[in-house]
């Protein structure tokens, strides 16, 4: 598929990819831009930004785009709903659906679209006592 408008062309993928992280992400905050969008920022050298950035590679052999270099921050759209869902300070699973490469004219420049689809959330702390714990409280 291949939709054009006046920043560039949005190369739609036949079959959406699901990436599903198998390792948590810790260090993880929600960024609303200017114009009203809402990311998932996680670190770029995670397993999901690796993941990503394979895809990119795979897509600058097959297809010859050139992607802008990976930053520190990974940015993934979420919905409204997702960052009210998401809690602070826990573990996450997550999956992100990308459908799509967008070419920008101006910069001869190629992004991969894809966005948050779903997140498991785990307490990063279990509080509950364990039964034969030989740790000493003062």
Same mark, same amino acid.
């Given at each position: 598929? #291949?939709n054009? *408008?006046?920043y560039g062309?949005?190369? =739609?993928l036949?079959? &959406? ?6 390792e ?11 114009n009203g969008?809402?990311?998932?920022c ?8 690796l993941?990503?950035? #394979?895809m990119q *590679?795979s897509?600058?052999?097959?297809? =010859?785009?050139?992607? &802008?270099p990976?930053k520190?921050t990974?940015?993934i759209?979420?919905t409204?709903?997702?960052?009210s ?7 996450l ?6 459908y799509?490469v967008?070419y920008q004219?101006?910069?001869n420049t ?9 997140f &498991? ?12 714990d030989?740790?000493v409280?003062?």
């Open positions: 598929m #291949k054009q *408008n006046k062309t949005m190369y =739609g036949s079959n &959406k990819i699901d990436l599903i992280s198998t948590f992400v810790g260090d993880y905050h929600v960024f609303r831009s200017e969008k809402t990311y998932l996680v670190k770029s050298d995670s397993q999901m930004g993941a990503l950035l #394979k *590679n897509v600058t052999r097959e297809k =010859g785009f050139q992607f &802008k990976a520190k990974l940015y759209r979420m409204d709903q997702h960052a869902e998401i809690p602070k300070f826990h573990n699973l997550i999956s992100v659906n990308v799509g967008f004219h101006v910069s190629v992004f991969l679209q894809f966005e948050l689809s779903a &498991k959330a785990t307490p990063r702390i279990d509080f509950d006592p364990v039964a034969n030989n740790a409280f003062p």
